[in-house]
């Protein structure tokens, strides 16, 4: 299986919806964990970075802003 690319900012479809009824969620932290924060109400969820991974669906949009930037 191909390992999915997200990074900070990202908004993402996660395979079950949330109770306020939709499904895209924004990366707003990365580490061990990883936070998410629904596009529709606001709340925001700390999931084990596994847990997230077997959870993803898809990237939506990536957030160019955030694209690492190695030539400094």
Do not use: W
């Amino acid at each position: 299986m191909e390992k999915k690319e997200y990074q900070l900012g990202d908004i993402v479809q996660m395979k079950k919806p949330h109770p306020c009824g939709t499904n895209e969620m924004e990366i707003i932290r990365m580490g061990m964990d990883i936070r998410i924060k629904c596009v529709g109400c606001k709340h925001s969820v700390l999931v084990p970075r596994a847990k997230f991974e077997s959870k993803l669906k898809k990237v939506l949009r990536s957030n160019p802003d955030m694209k690492e930037d190695n030539s400094v």
